[in-house]
C-alpha cells in the first residue's frame, strides 16, 4: 500500500516535472520569434538609415566636387590675367608717348623723335610679352565688341560702318579686349541728289 502510494507520488512528480518542461519549452520556442521580428525591424530600420547616409554622403560628395572645379576655375581666371591692372596703367604712358611721336618736328627734332620710338618700341615688346597686342583699326569695319564709335563722319570715299580715323588706340590682352579702340566711322557719302531736290523745293515754296 505504501509502496503503491509512492510509486502515485513519483508519478505525480514526474508528470508534474514533464509539464514544467514543456511549458518551459514552450516560453522558450517563443522568446526567439519575438526577437526574430524585433530584429528584422531593426534590420530594416537600419537599412534605411544607411541608405539615407549614402544619399546624404554621395550630395555632399558632389557639392565639394562643384565647389572644388568652380575654385580652381575663378583661381586659374585670376592667374590667367594676374598683371591686367599693371597693363592698364602702362597703356597710358605707351599711349602718351605715341602722341609725343605724332607732334614732334621731323626737321629739327630728330634725335629726340629717335629716342620717343625706342622707348615706345621697347613698351610695345614688354606688352607684347605680356599678351598685349594693339588693335588694327583703320579701315577696318566697326565692330562694336572691339570698338568704340565716337561719333561718324560722312565720307565719298570710306564705305559706310568703316572705320576712317583712330582716335585712340584698342588692346586685347590674350584672348579678351582690355581696352577698346576709340574710333570715327563712316557714315557713308552724302546724296546729293536728294539734297538738291530739296533746295529746289524750297525755293519753290
Not at 75 to 84: G, I, P, S, T
Amino acid at each position: 500500500m505504501k509502496k503503491s502510494k509512492k510509486d502515485k507520488m513519483k508519478k505525480e512528480e514526474k508528470l508534474n516535472s514533464e509539464i514544467d518542461n514543456e511549458k518551459t519549452h514552450v516560453e522558450e520556442e517563443s522568446i526567439p520569434e519575438s526577437d526574430s521580428e524585433n530584429l528584422e525591424e531593426r534590420v530594416t530600420e537600419l537599412e534605411a538609415k544607411n541608405k539615407e547616409l549614402n544619399d546624404r554622403l554621395l550630395r555632399r560628395a558632389a557639392e565639394f566636387e562643384n565647389y572644388k572645379r568652380r575654385t580652381e576655375n575663378e583661381k586659374e581666371v585670376l592667374l590667367r590675367y594676374a598683371a591686367e591692372p599693371f597693363i592698364l596703367k602702362i597703356l597710358t604712358i605707351f599711349d602718351d608717348l605715341k602722341r609725343s611721336l605724332s607732334h614732334i618736328d621731323d626737321d629739327n627734332l630728330d634725335s629726340l623723335r629717335d629716342g620717343f620710338k625706342m622707348i615706345a618700341d621697347k613698351f610695345a615688346q614688354v606688352l607684347d610679352g605680356q599678351g598685349v597686342k594693339e588693335m588694327e583699326t583703320t579701315s577696318k569695319e566697326f565692330d562694336y565688341e572691339y570698338h568704340e564709335a565716337l561719333l561718324q563722319q560722312s565720307s565719298q570715299d570710306v564705305p559706310v560702318n568703316v572705320i576712317i580715323e583712330e582716335v585712340e588706340s584698342g588692346y586685347t590682352y590674350k584672348d579678351k579686349v582690355l581696352k577698346h579702340a576709340k574710333v570715327i566711322v563712316s557714315q557713308g557719302a552724302e546724296n546729293k541728289e536728294e539734297v538738291q531736290v530739296d533746295k529746289e523745293e524750297s525755293v519753290e515754296e
